[in-house]
T-cell receptor
Framework: KAGVTQTPRYLIKTRGQQVTLSCSPI?????VSWYQQTPGQGLQFLFE???????NKGNFPGRFSGRQFSNSRSEMNVSTLELGDSALYLC????????????FGEGSRLTVL | GIQVEQSPPDLILQEGANSTLRCNFS?????LQWFHQNPWGQLINLFY???GTKQNGRLSATTVATERYSLLYISSSQTTDSGVYFC??????????FGKGTRLSVIA
């Protein structure tokens, strides 16, 4: 059974650009959550989607957005990139809701220059 | 919101030694997970343990929900156990909240 797949694994952008990250959950999982990890702030929740609906949103500016498709795959977008957006972005999937066991992908490491 | 505190923040062990990592949380939880973050950044599931005790090889975990803490035991540590160990909890309708982690270094 394939795990959570995130693409791309690594990317470099410049300030002001925008980026889209993709996450394919484990087959059968309907909930997808996104987290940002930085050395200073640790692991912080971005948003959670279930059946194409955003269920929860963390305390991030509106430049961070996401969506989920009918096949449960999810994308997150960051517009007008800032240096502080450099981070490891982790996606997790679970069967139903976030109260169940979460499984994480390998992450997308974003560097903003 | 719920607070999650992990201790110790850093731990250095000689290969073969045993260790105990602790996670305290400030409210009742309906999900608690332990993860090991490998050098490439991936969070590897160790235990899903909102209560009780589980064992998996050299690792075991115990959560005492009524006293709001969980313990992760690592026995006969190996260099491959090095990395950061995270405890994360869910309470009510909140998303998974992570502690700051324990950085473990196992030296040969």
């Amino acid at each position: 059974k394939a795990g959570v797949t995130q693409t791309p694994r690594y990317l470099i952008k410049t300030r002001g650009q925008q980026v889209t990250l993709s996450c394919s959950p484990i087959s059968g999982h309907r909930s997808v959550s996104w987290y940002q990890q930085t050395p200073g702030q640790g692991l912080q929740f971005l948003f959670e989607y279930f059946s194409e609906t955003q269920r929860n949103k963390g305390n991030f500016p509106g430049r961070f957005s996401g969506r989920q498709f009918s096949n449960s795959r999810s994308e997150m977008n960051v517009s007008t990139l800032e240096l502080g957006d450099s981070a490891l972005y982790l996606c997790a999937s679970s069967l139903a809701t976030h109260t169940g066991e979460l499984f994480f992908g390998e992450g997308s490491r974003l560097t903003v220059l | 919101g719920i607070q999650v505190e992990q201790s110790p923040p850093d731990l250095i062990l000689q290969e073969g030694a045993n260790s105990t990592l602790r996670c305290n949380f400030s409210d009742s939880v309906n999900n608690l997970q332990w993860f090991h973050q490998n050098p490439w950044g991936q969070l590897i599931n160790l235990f899903y343990i909102p209560s009780g005790t589980k064992q998996n090889g050299r690792l075991s975990a115990t959560t005492v929900a009524t006293e709001r803490y969980s313990l992760l035991y690592i026995s006969s540590s190996q260099t491959t156990d090095s990395g950061v160990y995270f405890c994360a909890v869910v309470t009510g309708n909140t998303p998974l909240v992570f502690g700051k982690g324990t950085r473990l270094s196992v030296i040969a």
